[in-house]
């Protein structure tokens, strides 16, 4: 495939989407997922970059720690003044909801990694960095790392966001979830024929629903016996309109756990 193919694909498709959209529907759902309920999903993110504190896009990202979250690359490679953050929350269009908590953090606490790069999303990872420690409780929690040398090829997984509920459709305001199998990148790379397909990829299965813009930096988590969650991958990109069973593409998280090593 052609490199100008490439970023045709990539500059349509990509997950993330700048503008907030105002007319949410809260009955509407991701593309095909399921209302998710609260403490259902304590590692999950919302957060909106500040321009001028005007808020800016949306993106999921997945607490790691009590002083890091992770997100995708593209959420954050824009310039912008800070992020407004959103724990413990499954309805973002409600500041009381119980549970939730706001932050704001500035853009001086945020890395993006060194190589990353757009058309096409390699190292599209960051984080941000908590002046504080977050305090957990049972709506916020981290997700564990993976295994670095586990592919969870095959696995029971499941995604979740707040984005788009049908492409170029409104985001919705409550937290949105379904459940995954992991591709195999063989699998993965031979249906979306690449040019590239480094191993830094972690791909879902096609199925009925997918992951679409404003789902990006979000979790692609396993669930263990014991109630937490082992985290896969950040959603990076989908091909095509965010169409059902097409493969959506995530950055593979055990392949930057010596990146984010450095900063815990
Ligand atoms: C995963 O499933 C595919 C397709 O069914 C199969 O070819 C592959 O061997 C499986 N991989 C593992 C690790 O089980
Ligand atoms: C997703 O999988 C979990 C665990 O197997 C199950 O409890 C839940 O009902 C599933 N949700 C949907 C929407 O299929």
Sequence with gaps: ???????LVIVIFLLYQ????????????????????????PYQVYFTNLVDSYPSGGCGGVIISNRIVLTAGHCLSRKFDAVEMYFGTVDRSNKREVGQQRLIIKSTNIVVHQDYQAHPYLNDIALIRLPADLLFDEYIQPAKLPDANELYENESAVVSGWGQ?????????????YNVTVYSNEECKNKLVPYIFPSSYICLKPSQSTPCHGDSGGPLAIRNEDGTHTLLGVASFVFGPCEINTPAVYTRVSSYLQWIKQFE
């Design 165 to 177: 509920t049908s492409f170029n459709g409104p985001q919705p305001n409550r937290l949105q979830y």
């Design 1 to 7: 495939m052609s490199q100008l193919k490439w970023q």
């Design 18 to 41: 700048r503008s907030l959209s105002a007319q949410d529907t809260p009955s509407k759902r991701i593309v095909k997922g399921f209302n998710a309920d609260p403490k259902q999903f």
